[in-house]
């Protein structure tokens, strides 16, 4: 995969983060479509490829996001620093 085509995970964290509470998902999923496109690819410093859902669930898995009842927000465990 060419990255030049792909947007780092931070992008997406520091978008859930620009709201400072929870977001519905919907919403966020269409205000992350408006921002990175229709069917966008991410990267981080683990993996790449992933699409919106994939990147959103292995943030949760870490504790970087929180999905619960149709909500996302940040978790307790920070993002990393570089």
């Known amino acids: 995969m060419n990255l ?8 997406v ?8 509470e929870a977001w519905p998902l ?3 999923t269409a205000l992350a479509a408006a921002a990175f496109g229709p069917a966008p690819r991410f990267h981080n410093c683990h993996s790449q490829g992933f699409t919106l859902d994939e990147l959103l669930h292995f943030f949760a898995e870490r504790g970087k996001v929180t999905l ?4 996302l927000a940040m978790g307790p465990v920070a993002a990393c620093s570089h």
Do not use: K, Y
Request: no cysteine; charged share 15%; glycine share 14%.
């Open 4 to 11: 030049s085509h792909s947007f780092h995970g931070h992008d």
């Open 68 to 71: 619960a009842s149709g909500t």
């Open 26 to 28: 919907a919403e966020f």
């Open 13 to 20: 964290l520091e978008l859930i983060a620009s709201r400072g």
